[in-house]
């Protein structure tokens, strides 16, 4: 099991106070914002002036924008905070309209797709995609000026940890919305705790084992259990990846379609561990009435992530996008956000504010030891000669998925 | 008066459709596409022993799909026509109101009846039949298969008692009184006469179901994966849309060749001659 110690932001709370009283609560929450399919914000009015408030007082500390009007955004359903940012948007009249994604590689292919005319005005990236989009120049720069609770970020999360938020430059792009983990979830009612993720490979395992068509967590997980930086990747290494991967594949009767997909194996028993693991689907299987699945760290650790808000080139009111990001890292409502996706925040007052399973759920006191065992990796290199690239690791994965 | 239909047929299929066989033979960037013109987008589509893999997983799915779908629609849209007396119309509406529930509930739905802890190995289990679990059941090729068959045995239906509709009663009591017995009259008379609309309600369905990308993903598992994932994985995943388009149009060509061979075959036989009158 995972043993970060968050007594001290807890103190005053048992560990069973906790698990009593939350679990309820973030399966109710967290269940309900994924499940639910499209309830769209077609609120949309149309317009959207552009204000021209000042983004920094008379004291020089900065200010939000004012806002209004209306946001194009696209992200994953949920990351719209649809309940918790219900208040704001009728305070400041501003409409959200919302694209939901089911597939990560949506973003960069719809706004391509535009031709340098608006798409969106705000999205969201996984840190893995920074260096593409950064190639592709689909961002354009945040003022930190008209974000003043960039000061509530976690440390961690306010630096500019390889680039992914903030270029070497000093150019921030991105604002961290949430983060987490994938690793091993397995069904504590089915089978004991695996130590590592080789134990999946147990013949007994064969047909019992989950795996979701995330080419990213699956890529990065697979060579970060070998030991292998996938951003550093030698054909040799490659091959030892392509190897395991391909023995893992062959444990399960399938790779599932989506994280909602693998919840929904969990709850009806076909699988009872899966490589891959997402936290929240805990919380989904528990939803379904399945409430022994756990993720959790291995000895041979994780992958973590982080979704990050961002403005597209061509963006619209920009200053709204601007007062929105800017509320998304309020405490209370970053709380809210983080409860209904169960995911966990980057904003350090959040934290108490979020329920007590989230808050004992990850290592809000070592976040730098965290992600040494769980590290951040950015994608395999889109041009290379020295490394295996983006493009062989997409035809590989295709190939391991049909059973090649 | 077609002059608007033929426009819009013009700008929503030809155009999209130029646009993609530009694309195809262009060179491949990072999620965009430069020249110069190349073949080796083809090459790349047509060489890959992954793409064979799921091609003939598309065809075998496809012509399985289509063939079942006919052999159950055909009865059905038979008894609709001349057997179903007051239950036609509320039947048709079931028929018709089937196809207003999510295709991916539909999809879950087979996945609760054919699941290792599904209806049927349940009740395979319950009765002593078997010890445990089929697990072919499921994320198989017979899974795809009979997904599809359900989501499109509907249509198949419609096009096929719109083949029959115009049949006059008359000629099939006519046969009969001529001593012809059921048999006969399915083989002389109703089969001939419905080849056409047979051949279009089997390649709809065979097009469809071979170019499916969903319903592999969910109930595929890895034997059962398509060709149409391949082409969704190259334009989202890889980024590599010469490539993705290169694909589609060899899917094109090969549902084009179909539909070529299925006229042939009809022409030769003179199939497509017999009318009514």
């Given at each position: 099991m995972d043993d970060w110690d968050n007594t001290d932001l807890f103190s005053g709370s048992t560990q069973a106070e906790r698990e009593d009283l939350t679990r309820r609560q973030l399966l109710e929450r967290g269940g309900l914002a994924l499940a639910f399919l499209g309830a769209g914000p077609f609120l949309a009015a149309c317009g959207g002036k552009k204000s021209a408030a000042p983004t920094v007082t008379s004291n020089g500390t900065p200010k939000a924008p004012n806002a209004s009007g209306q946001i194009a955004f696209i992200s994953w359903q949920g990351y719209d905070a649809p309940k918790a940012m219900a208040s704001w948007k009728k305070a400041h009249h501003v409409t959200l309209k919302a694209t939901y994604m089911g597939n990560h590689d949506e973003i960069q292919t719809k706004i391509l797709a535009a031709r340098g005319s608006h798409s969106f005005d705000l999205i969201t990236y996984a840190q893995a995609y920074k260096p593409l989009y950064k190639e592709l120049n689909i961002l354009t720069p945040i003022d930190e000026n008209k974000i003043p609770n960039l000061k509530n970020l976690i440390p961690f999360f306010a630096s500019d940890y390889k680039n992914f938020w903030v270029d070497a430059d000093g150019t921030r792009t991105g604002v961290p919305l949430n983060w987490g983990y994938v690793a091993l979830a397995y069904d504590s009612d089915a089978i004991?705790?695996?130590?590592?993720?080789?134990?999946?490979?147990?013949?007994?395992?064969k047909g019992k084992i989950g795996m979701p068509d995330d080419l990213i967590g699956v890529a990065q997980l697979g060579a970060h259990v070998l030991g292998i930086d996938i951003t550093k990747m030698s054909k040799a290494d490659f091959g030892e990846v392509k190897d395991f991967l391909r023995k893992m594949i062959a444990q399960t009767k399938g790779v599932s379609p989506t994280y909602g997909d693998l919840a929904s194996r969990f709850a009806a028993g076909d699988v009872v561990a899966a490589f891959c693991g997402w936290p929240p689907i805990d919380q989904l299987a528990a939803g379904a009435g399945k409430k022994t699945i756990k993720t959790y760290l291995p000895k041979d650790g994780g992958v973590g992530y982080c979704d990050s808000m961002a403005i597209p080139t061509h963006a619209r009111n920009t200053d709204t996008v601007h007062a929105w990001i800017n509320a998304t890292l309020e405490p209370k409502l970053a709380a809210q956000i983080d409860d209904s996706l169960g995911t966990a925040t980057p904003v350090k007052p959040a934290i108490p504010l979020l329920t007590k399973d989230l808050q004992a759920a990850y290592p809000w006191n070592s976040l730098d030891g965290f992600f040494k065992k769980a590290p951040l990796y950015a994608l395999a290199p889109f041009k290379s000669d020295k490394y295996v690239t983006w493009s062989d690791v997409v035809a590989a994965w295709q190939q391991l998925k049909a059973g090649g | 008066m077609s002059l608007p239909a033929a426009a819009a047929l013009l700008l929503l299929l030809t155009v999209p459709l130029a646009t993609f066989a530009l694309y195809s033979v262009l060179t491949a960037g990072l999620f965009s596409v430069s020249g110069p013109l190349t073949l080796e987008n083809y090459r790349a589509a047509l060489g890959s022993s992954l793409n064979h893999t799921l091609a003939t997983n598309s065809l075998v799915v496809g012509v399985a799909t289509a063939l079942i779908s006919l052999a159950l629609g055909l009865p059905i849209a038979y008894w609709l026509r001349f057997a179903a007396g007051r239950w036609q119309q509320f039947v048709l509406f079931l028929v018709v109101a089937s196809m207003f529930a999510s295709y991916l509930v539909r999809i879950y739905a087979w996945r609760t009846i054919l699941g290792d802890n599904g209806v049927i190995n349940r009740a395979l289990e319950g009765l002593g039949l078997t010890s445990q679990p089929l697990g072919f059941l499921i994320f198989s090729r017979a899974a795809v298969v009979i997904a599809l068959v359900h989501i499109l045995l509907p249509y198949v239906i419609l096009v096929l008692f719109a083949g029959f509709r115009p049949m006059p009663v008359a000629i099939l009591e006519s046969a009969q009184d001529l001593g012809a017995n059921s048999l006969t009259r399915w083989r002389r008379i109703i089969l001939p006469l419905m080849a056409a609309p047979a051949v279009t309600a089997f390649l709809f369905v065979f097009v469809l179901s071979a170019g499916d990308y969903v319903t592999p993903q969910f109930l595929g598992g890895t034997r059962g994966s398509m060709l149409g994932v391949q082409v969704q994985a190259s334009f989202?995943?890889?980024?590599?849309w010469p490539l993705g388009a290169a694909t589609g149009f060899v899917m094109l060509t090969g549902f084009l060749l179909c539909y070529g061979l299925a006229l042939f075959a009809l022409r030769l036989t003179r199939l497509d001659r017999v009318r009514w009158s």
């Open positions: 004991k705790q695996p130590q590592t993720y080789r134990d999946l490979l147990d013949p007994s395992l | 989202i995943e890889a980024g590599n």
